[in-house]
């Protein structure tokens, strides 16, 4: 199935346990990209990466971690959760490093944390 | 810093109206401007998207319209159906300078067509 999965669907995390993300595309694009989504906040920036071996900062990356070891998964960190990063968080990918490409997004994990 | 403000947050059209959703920007780096439809439970898509060369640009039922000295531009949905109810996002992009790679993505408008 051609696309991205992301998971777990949901999650319901005790603060300070840390979580990761999963995130896997098989459209062999170039770069992926972590959003949160906030009602009234709209989708903002985690982390980035263009290439495999390179990551980046987003708009909002502090309690967030990620890496890219290979081109097809990019999974974020929360290292110790907190309950302001509950959110739901979307994966994304695209063809080309130019901010005019197509992203394609996963189907989003909700996270709760308490 | 919210670099594409978005607006309304949420609407309520009938069946068969126009729908209207405005976004400004402020970083004169951007030149590429989607907007992305999201249905519950789903991941956003990209629905149509614009480059300030133009002035205007339609597909089907959806038109952007772009105002490049004002920094705004805006989505018009024409003959509003109810399965157009969804969240819509407008976003901004570049193919350098600063932003290059990245999508700053407005707050998101909530649509609601009645039947």
């Known amino acids: 199935i051609a696309g991205i999965t992301q998971a777990p669907t949901s999650q319901i995390l005790a603060a300070g346990r840390r979580m990761t993300l999963r995130c896997t595309q098989d459209?062999?694009?170039?770069?992926m990209y972590w959003y949160r989504q906030d009602l009234g906040l709209g989708l903002r920036l985690i982390h980035y990466s263009n290439t495999a071996g390179t990551t980046g900062k987003g708009e909002v990356p502090d309690g967030y971690s990620v890496s890219r070891a290979n081109t097809d998964d990019f999974p974020l960190t929360l290292a110790s959760a907190v309950p302001s990063q509950t959110s739901v968080y979307f994966c994304?990918?695209?063809?080309?490093?130019?901010?005019?490409?197509?992203?394609?997004f996963g189907p989003g994990t909700r996270l709760t944390v308490l | 810093q919210q670099q594409v403000k978005q607006s309304p947050q949420s609407l309520i059209v009938q069946k068969g109206g126009i729908s209207i959703i405005n976004c400004a920007y402020e970083?004169?780096?951007?030149?590429?401007f989607p907007w992305y439809q999201q249905f519950p439970g789903k991941g956003p898509a990209l629905l149509i998207a614009?480059?300030?060369?133009?002035s205007e640009k339609k597909e089907g039922r959806f038109t952007i319209s772009f105002n490049k000295s004002a920094k705004q531009f805006s989505l018009h949905i024409m003959d509003s159906q109810p399965g157009d109810s969804a969240t819509y996002f407008c976003a901004a992009g570049s193919g350098g300078g600063t932003s290059y790679g990245k999508l700053t993505f407005g707050q998101g408008t909530i649509l609601t067509v009645h039947p």
């Open positions: 994304a990918s695209s063809e080309g490093t130019s901010g005019r490409n197509e992203q394609f």
């Open positions: 614009i480059r300030p060369d133009v």
């Open positions: 459209m062999r694009h170039n770069a």
């Open positions: 970083n004169t780096a951007f030149d590429y």
